[in-house]
C-alpha cells in the first residue's frame, strides 16, 4: 500500500524512512505546515519533462516525413503566469479558449504567435483581443464565425490567421472510440455532407482571412491510438477534397489533444512515444496513398501534461465506520475538500488512488470512502479504496492526477476558497496560485 507506481506519482516523488512523502526533495507535512491543506503540489520538473517528451518525440516521429510539428499545451488543463511560463521555456505553444486564458497568457509574456485560439461561441471582445494581441492562429468553429472575424480584422487592416475545427465524426474517449458519420454536437463543422468542405471554401473567399489549415480534437482520456490513426485519414483525406475542388493545399493540420494517462496503479494511459509512432506512420502512410506532400502537423495535449505532475494534498477529519447492509463495514474518511476542488469523479465518475502521506501505517487495510466536506452525498474523492485502518484525523491524505482538470474546473460551492497551487523544485517550494480567502468571496458579494 504504500508502493509508489511511477506512472501515477509525479517524477520526483518518494517516501523518506519514516514513510513521510516527498516531492521535489520537501516533505508533505512541511508543506501542509506552511501552506496548509488542501492544496495541489506541482512538481515542476515533471511538468516540465512532459512538456519536452510530447515535443521532443513528435519531432522524432514526424522528423522521417521532412515536416515539422507545433505542440500547443492546452490550457484549459491548468493555466497561471507560472505554467504559461514553463511550457514556453520547453519549446511549446499555447491554446487559449477565453479572454481570461487569454489575458494569462499575455501577463506571462507568451508570444501572439505562439498562441491559438478556440471555443465554439467566441465573443467579440475574446475575437477583438485575440486580434489586437496578434494571435497566430483562431481556430473558427462555425460557418457563423467565419465573417465575424473577417469582419473584425478588415476593420484592423490585418489577415486573420485561422484554422477550421472540423468534426470528423470520430470519438474517443476512455477505452473506446466510435466514429459516426452525422454529428450531434456543439463543436466544429462536419465532414458529412461536404458541410467542411464549403465552410473551407467560404474561408478562402474571404481575403482578409489566411487558412492555415484544418484542426480537429476528438475527445479526453483516449487510451487507444487507433483513434488518432482514423481522425488523421478523414483530415488528410479532407485536405485532399479541398486541393481538388479549389487548388488550395492547406499547410498545417491539427490532430488536438486527448492523450490519456494513468490515474491509478495498474491503468496503462498512452505512452507518448508509442503514439507520436504510430500517428506520424498513419500520416506518412495516408499521404502517400492520397498522392499530397505531408503537411506540418500540431497537437494540442493538456491532461498528459499537467494531470500526472501534481497531487492534491488533503487533511484528514472525521474517520466514522458505517456498517453496511451485508455487516461489512465502510470507513468514510473525510477530507477538507472535496468535489469544489475535484469535480471528476462526480462529473464523470472519475476514479482516482491515495496514500497517507505523513506517516507509514503497518495497520491492516480497511475498506473506506475518501468523501469531501460539501453538503452534497455525492461529494466523492474515491468510491473504493483499501486504507490502513489506523487511518485517523490529523493525517494527510495524497491524491496523485489531480493537476488537469482540477484547480481549473474547481469552484466555490457551499462557498469553500480554493486551495493554491504550490510548485516544488529542488528542494524548494512556492505559491504560484494563492488560496483563495473568505475574503476575497466577500469581496464579490457587493449587496
Ligand atoms: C480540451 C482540449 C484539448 C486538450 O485535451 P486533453 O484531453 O486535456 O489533452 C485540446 N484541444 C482542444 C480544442 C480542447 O478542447
Request: hydrophobic share 45%; with cysteine.
Amino acid at each position: 500500500m504504500t508502493d509508489l507506481d511511477s506512472a501515477v506519482w509525479p517524477m520526483s516523488v518518494s517516501r523518506s524512512a519514516e514513510g513521510v512523502l516527498a516531492i521535489g526533495g520537501t516533505d508533505a507535512r512541511a508543506l501542509s505546515a506552511e501552506y496548509g491543506t488542501p492544496q495541489w503540489v506541482v512538481d515542476e520538473a515533471d511538468f516540465r519533462a512532459r512538456a519536452t517528451a510530447f515535443r521532443e518525440s513528435f519531432e522524432a516521429a514526424f522528423a522521417p516525413l521532412g515536416v515539422a510539428v507545433d505542440v500547443y499545451y492546452a490550457g484549459k488543463a491548468f493555466l497561471c503566469t507560472a505554467v504559461a511560463r514553463w511550457v514556453s521555456d520547453e519549446g511549446l505553444r499555447l491554446d487559449t479558449c477565453s479572454a481570461g486564458e487569454l489575458a494569462v497568457a499575455i501577463r506571462a509574456g507568451v508570444p501572439g504567435v505562439h498562441i491559438g485560439v478556440h471555443g465554439n461561441n467566441k465573443s467579440d471582445g475574446e475575437i477583438a483581443c485575440a486580434l489586437d494581441y496578434g494571435v497566430g492562429r483562431i481556430v473558427l468553429d462555425s460557418t457563423a464565425e467565419i465573417a465575424r472575424v473577417a469582419d473584425a480584422a478588415a476593420e484592423r487592416g490585418i489577415r486573420a490567421p485561422v484554422m477550421l475545427r472540423i468534426t470528423t465524426g470520430v470519438h474517443a474517449g476512455g477505452h473506446e472510440f466510435v466514429a459516426t458519420a452525422h454529428e450531434d454536437q456543439k463543436f466544429g463543422v462536419s465532414i458529412a455532407g461536404d458541410q467542411a468542405l464549403a465552410a473551407l471554401q467560404g474561408i478562402l473567399a474571404r481575403p482578409e482571412l489566411e487558412l492555415l489549415g484544418i484542426h480537429c480534437h476528438i475527445g479526453s482520456q483516449i487510451q487507444d491510438v487507433a483513434a488518432f490513426e482514423a481522425t488523421a485519414r478523414r483530415m488528410l483525406e479532407l485536405r485532399a477534397a479541398l486541393a481538388a475542388a479549389t487548388g488550395v493545399l492547406v499547410p498545417e493540420v491539427d490532430l488536438g489533444g486527448g492523450y490519456g494517462i494513468s490515474y491509478r496503479p495498474g491503468e496503462r494511459g498512452l505512452p507518448i512515444g508509442v503514439a507520436a509512432q504510430a500517428i506520424a506512420e498513419a500520416v506518412g502512410t495516408v499521404c502517400q496513398e492520397l498522392g499530397t506532400p505531408v503537411p506540418r502537423i500540431s497537437i494540442e495535449p493538456g491532461r498528459a501534461i499537467a494531470g500526472p505532475s501534481t497531487f492534491t494534498l488533503y487533511g484528514v477529519g472525521v474517520v466514522k465506520p458505517v456498517t453496511l447492509e451485508d455487516g461489512t463495514v465502510r470507513m468514510y474518511v473525510s477530507v477538507d475538500g472535496g468535489m469544489s476542488d475535484n469535480p471528476r469523479p462526480i462529473m464523470y465518475g472519475a476514479e482516482y488512488t491515495a496514500v497517507i502521506a505523513n506517516r507509514v501505517s503497518r495497520a491492516a487495510p480497511v475498506l473506506c470512502r475518501v468523501v469531501g466536506k460539501h453538503c452534497e452525498s455525492g461529494d466523492i474523492v474515491i468510491r473504493d479504496i483499501e486504507l490502513p485502518g489506523d487511518i485517523a484525523p490529523g493525517d494527510l491524505l495524497a491524491v496523485p492526477g489531480t493537476g488537469a482538470y482540477g484547480r481549473s474546473m474547481a469552484s466555490n460551492y457551499n462557498l469553500v476558497p480554493r486551495p493554491p497551487v504550490v510548485a516544488v523544485r529542488e528542494n524548494t517550494s512556492r505559491v504560484i496560485v494563492r488560496r483563495e480567502t473568505v475574503a476575497d468571496l466577500l469581496a464579490l458579494d457587493v449587496g
